[in-house]
């Protein structure tokens, strides 16, 4: 479940730009709002978080409290999965959801700062009516990533499920991650496993 330090960084402030995808989707609008105006009006209220919250703990619990509900990771979680998570009863599934989130909000939380500099272009939209993808390019010192987002339109919204950074799916990664620990060892052995990353993640 390792990674290089590059792509360690990329799922990183790229997490940190899934979450600011879904800051303010949930807000009642005049009009139905498509994927592509919340990416435009969220990214840029995140980044002014970072931007003007002095204290980095400031920033990440300010983040969270306003991303935490409208980021799908249950969604995430499950996709992650795949048919394993059928075989899990709600409370195993219930238990992956929280350690699965808690891994990934302790990996972005590394690089806020990181997110704080970028900038961002917007490419495209694609809106099918209950799913949705929208296409941005990051804007960093030293190179341009390009990331896709993949959003399900639910009742509280546009929601994100996954992301395509650099032409490889976040989801499609941890599934194979999770698909060989669990052929190799066990689904308790992969759940023991992350909890052990979330504790390395936490200390640093």
Same mark, same amino acid.
Not at 61 to 83: C, G, I, P, W
């Given at each position: ?80 999965? !795949? #048919? ?12 992956? *959801?929280? %350690?699965?989130?808690? $891994? @990934? ?24 009516? !209950? #799913? ?12 341009? *990533?390009? %990331?896709?987002?993949? $959003? @399900? ?25 999770? #698909? ?25």
């Amino acid at each position: 479940m390792e990674s290089t330090e590059k792509s360690g960084s990329i799922w990183g402030w790229g997490l940190i730009l899934a979450l600011a995808v879904n800051l303010l989707i949930w807000v009642p609008r005049a009009r139905a709002e498509g994927p592509m105006e919340g990416v435009k009006s969220l990214i840029e209220e995140v980044q002014t978080i970072l931007k003007t919250k002095p204290e980095k703990s400031q920033r990440l619990e300010l983040v969270e409290q306003a991303t935490a509900k409208h980021l799908d990771f249950r969604e995430m979680a499950k996709r992650s999965l !795949e #048919a394993t998570w059928t075989g899990l009863n709600r409370g195993q599934q219930d238990e992956f *959801v929280r %350690v699965f989130s808690a $891994l @990934l909000k302790a990996s972005y939380a590394n690089h806020l700062d990181d997110f704080a500099k970028t900038r961002v272009d917007y490419q495209g939209e694609t809106n099918k009516a !209950e #799913a949705g993808e929208v296409r941005i390019l990051v804007i960093r010192p030293n190179d341009k *990533v390009p %990331v896709n987002f993949h $959003l @399900l339109h639910e009742p509280q919204g546009w929601m994100i499920y996954d992301m395509v950074i650099e032409g490889v799916s976040m989801v499609d990664n941890f599934r194979t991650q999770f #698909a060989a620990m669990i052929q190799e060892c066990s689904y308790g052995e992969l759940v023991r496993c992350m909890k052990d990353k979330l504790k390395a993640e936490c200390k640093g």
